[in-house]
């Protein structure tokens, strides 16, 4: 902890002109917010493209005005599935949960004025949104967007234009773009771990840092070593597209009747190389999930989190095994056995600190005097979708069950629960929460509820069927079902995912009213509307420039100090002087 971290920041100069104070600011609350509304917009286009893939599958020979061609082709569903992935993974459950809330969060939470680095900080919010650009305009470029499925699998993706439309100009636009997200999610891992590192208040030991801190701090982390994994891989894909080079394109590879001029690559190595990115981009989305998950739970239960240094310690544990089990993403692929399983035992063995997390969250909760605010349902919701998702996981977790289930919806269904719409659930604990301090009003209450239960109900009606689709056999990435003899019989399950996907896609615009109304005609909020305990409860709403106007906090006690044995007030604020609790009489 740096106790000069205050002075390096001692009072900014406001910008004035609108430029330098709403587009290219400094200011970490303004680069948040702007990592927020990309996420959103994001976030939009990724639920139209899903729903255009859920009516395909229904109705796959209805006729689309907006389609070349009148009918969807099986590529462009390809297309469909490859850039929802992406922007979701990517654009979505990457930069909302991190770029959004931790650079708004992590400096309030630890007392600092603003980020170790603000320019940094603004460059990497302008290089991820120009990879964002680049990916929406692999739609429009000759060919149209990429067909390789978000994880960019070679040969497919590395030959140049001759393996289907949309693998020219297509998936190297897809390619531009994610290295350029790996470049700023790489600077803004590095400004989070400095932060976190030297600017923390007087007072405010690591151990006294709220879980959403935690979260980011090993989030930050994990894009570190993993992003710069993925860059260098997406750098040797282009050179095999573009240079001529082979490290991922083998000899012999036909395609069109033609022999492609390369030899001595090897598809795996992609595999390797995005895998070994892949499964901590996995806890990169959930993780901040968890800590806001475990700060909203403690809030509304007016109860201290259960077991605190093991929830933190159990967040670093599952950063540290989520290095280790890539390999079963690539059971499939003919690996050794004895790999399997050690893949499949590590694999086994970060449901260890999972279940800590889950537990602990149970403990919170018992006994406690839950009031069930909007925030609360959705941490609640976080909770329910990430057990149900990471339970299917266990069986996917054994080589030999997942060689049966690795190409069906079962593994769609597992990884949206586990890590899609658990994340989003946590995104949206963190709106509803943080709302009132990041615009100074309310959202409404009965608006968020009606958001939250057709969400979580919508959420089970889509992705638990799934599960009964893959075990019977249905076929992932498959654009038309009536076209294979076994498959029509599951229509009928298809067509209720449809509806329920379309009636919670229909919620989500329930809560753009919501967050847009709120804004202008929101109940203002006051400085602390939830009675939290943690920093940035204690300034303005929303904070001045450098946060707490010059009156910078120490720290005194850790950051759930809720219902404390003979305090008069149920909640002591972690910047409160032992002096000043009032005691009850």
Not at 568 to 581: G, R, T, Y
Request: glycine letters at 10%; charged letters at 5%.
């Amino acid at each position: 902890m740096s106790s000069h971290a205050h002075a390096a920041h001692a009072m900014p100069h406001a910008p004035t002109g609108f430029i330098s104070k709403y587009i290219f600011s400094t200011d970490h609350k303004v680069i948040g917010i702007q990592y927020y509304l990309l996420a959103l917009t994001a976030v939009m286009v990724g639920i139209v493209l899903s729903l255009l893939m859920r009516f395909h599958l229904v109705w796959p020979g209805a006729h689309l005005p907006f389609v070349v061609g009148g009918i969807m082709t099986p590529e462009q569903y390809a297309s469909l599935v490859t850039m929802h992935g992406t922007i979701m993974v990517f654009f979505v459950l990457t930069t909302a949960p991190q770029g959004g809330f931790g650079n708004y969060f992590l400096p309030i939470q630890i007392g600092a004025a603003d980020m170790a680095f603000p320019r940094l900080n603004m460059l990497s919010f302008w290089v991820t949104f120009l990879a964002f650009v680049c990916i929406v305009a692999a739609f429009f470029v000759p060919g149209g967007a990429p067909l390789s499925g978000w994880t960019g699998y070679a040969p497919l993706s590395a030959l140049n234009g001759v393996t289907g439309p949309g693998e020219g100009w297509g998936q190297t636009m897809w390619i531009f773009s994610i290295a350029l997200f790996c470049l700023g999610a790489l600077l803004g891992a590095l400004n989070f771990i400095a932060t976190t590192i030297d600017l923390r208040a007087p007072g405010m030991t690591l151990f006294r840092m709220p879980l959403t801190c935690w979260g980011w701090f090993v989030t930050a982390i994990l894009g570190l070593l993993a992003f710069g994994v993925l860059l260098a891989g997406g750098i040797l894909l282009l050179l095999d597209r573009s240079a001529g080079t082979s490290f991922f394109i083998p000899a012999g590879v036909v395609v069109n009747d033609q022999v492609q001029n390369h030899s001595g690559g090897s598809p795996l190595l992609w595999q390797h190389l995005f895998w070994f990115f892949g499964h901590p981009e996995v806890y990169i989305a959930i993780l901040p999930g968890m800590g806001v998950a475990s700060h909203v739970l403690s809030t509304f239960s007016r109860k201290p989190v259960f077991g605190y240094r093991a929830m933190a310690m159990a967040i670093c544990a599952i950063g540290f095994l989520g290095f280790m089990v890539w390999g079963h993403h690539m059971f499939v692929s003919g690996m050794s056995p004895y790999s399997g399983f050690a893949f499949s035992v590590l694999t086994m063995s970060i449901g260890v600190p999972s279940a800590i997390k889950t537990f602990n969250w149970l403990g919170t909760v018992w006994g406690g005097k839950i009031q069930l605010h909007t925030p609360m349902l959705f941490a609640l919701g976080f909770v329910s979708l990430f057990v149900s998702g990471g339970l299917s996981g266990l069986f996917l977790a054994q080589p030999a069950v997942d060689n049966l289930l690795h190409g069906t919806y079962y593994v769609v269904a597992h990884f949206h629960l586990v890590m899609g719409v658990a994340a989003i659930f946590g995104i949206f604990a963190a709106t509803y929460f943080w709302f009132p301090k990041m615009f100074g009003r309310m959202m409404s209450e009965p608006l968020g509820k009606l958001h939250f239960w057709i969400t979580f109900a919508g959420a089970y009606c889509i992705f638990m069927p799934m599960h009964f689709i893959g075990i019977a056999g249905g076929i992932r990435r498959y654009a038309d079902y009536t076209a294979v003899t076994y498959l029509p019989p599951l229509q009928p399950l298809h067509k209720f995912i449809t509806i329920a996907a379309f009636i919670t896609g229909a919620a989500q615009l329930v809560f753009l009213w919501n967050f847009f109304w709120s804004l202008k005609f929101g109940e203002k909020a006051s400085i602390n509307p939830w009675n939290a305990t943690t920093l940035e409860w204690t300034t303005a709403s929303p904070p001045p420039l450098d946060n707490f106007a010059g009156n910078y906090p120490s720290v005194y006690r850790g950051p759930y100090e809720f219902s404390v044995p003979g305090a008069a007030s149920d909640f002591i604020m972690q910047d409160l002087a032992p002096e000043a609790v009032a005691r009850a009489k």
